[in-house]
């Protein structure tokens, strides 16, 4: 999941351990530990900075 380069906010709520209505209110009130990034009227999660607070290292690359 944290393998590409962004998520859902469903997904990231799930990893937080929070619920997703929780990780809404928290993007519109700027409260989301990590960037958000708007598309339209879609959020989603850069996962670089999502693993950094949770202390997850990036994927490896394929050999």
Do not use: C, H, W
């Not at 380069?5 to 928290?26: N, Q």
């Not at 958000?36 to 950094?52: E, F």
């Amino acid at each position: 999941m944290l393998n590409t380069p962004t998520i859902s906010v469903r997904e990231a709520a799930r990893l937080l351990g929070i619920g997703e209505s929780s990780a809404y209110t928290a993007i519109r009130n700027n409260q989301f530990p990590t960037p958000v990034i708007k598309i339209g009227g879609r959020y989603v999660i850069p996962t670089a900075p999502l693993r950094q607070l949770l202390g997850v290292d990036a994927p490896k690359e394929a050999a």
